[in-house]
């Protein structure tokens, strides 16, 4: 029995040759540990830098836009207040030439007096995106043959007064609403223009087949006032 114990005691222990081994074992792999965590981290810090030169990159991407879209802004304010001028100077040229004021001008746009304001009238005070939820070329082209009536338009007096007229091949209308809108247009979109002013002037003016002369379309208004003949 007693020569059993010194060999299970043997079997129990460790030479200082065996710790010493672990022990490099155990730096080894605390060594393999710290540097997976530094690498790690490194990586880490790496996809933090490429991540914040992205965000750098979009921040400039889109300070640039806001600068293209303000610059955009200042030049629809600028256009828009040209629009109104063109807009004050046909209303002057119509009171002008009928003896009206502001207020009667519109009033005809309105189709008449105390019957509210028309789409046409709308379009011409407002602008077709002031006036209308999806304005169209078509209600530019309408607001344009609306605000130059008096220049565009001929009248002839007639036993119930005097009666403007704009017909759409004698008067050039096409050619006309490319200069004022400056486009290219094709015909049967200045006769879907002539048909929406006709349309939506609350009666105002009338729209009728021409002849050869005047051409597919003659847009009318009637006058008060004309020969008595």
Known sequence: MSTDQPH?????????EEAVERIEKLDDK????????????????????AENEQLRERVGELEELVGTLQEKLRDETS????????????????????????????????GGEGGGMTP??????????GALERPTAKHYR??????????????????YGRKRVLASKRDDLKTRLEDANDESIAWNQ????????????????TLREGNDEEGRYV?????PGGDSA
């Open 8 to 16: 299970r005691a043997d079997q129990g222990s460790m030479t200082r």
């Open 79 to 110: 256009r828009r207040g040209k629009e109104d001028g063109r807009m004050s100077r046909r209303l002057t040229a119509v009171e002008d030439e009928l003896g009206m004021d502001s207020e009667e001008v519109l009033t005809i746009a309105a």
């Open 190 to 205: 200045v006769y879907r223009a002539m048909e929406w002013v006709a349309e939506n002037s609350g009666g105002v003016i």
């Open 219 to 223: 847009l009318e208004q009637t006058e």
């Open 30 to 49: 605390l060594f393999d540990l710290a540097e997976h965590v530094y690498n790690g981290t490194d990586e880490r810090v790496e996809e933090l830098e």
């Open 142 to 159: 309408a607001r344009a043959i609306a605000e130059r009536w008096s220049d565009w338009g001929t009248v002839h007096g007639t036993k």
């Open 120 to 129: 046409l009238g709308r379009v011409i005070k407002l602008g077709p995106e």
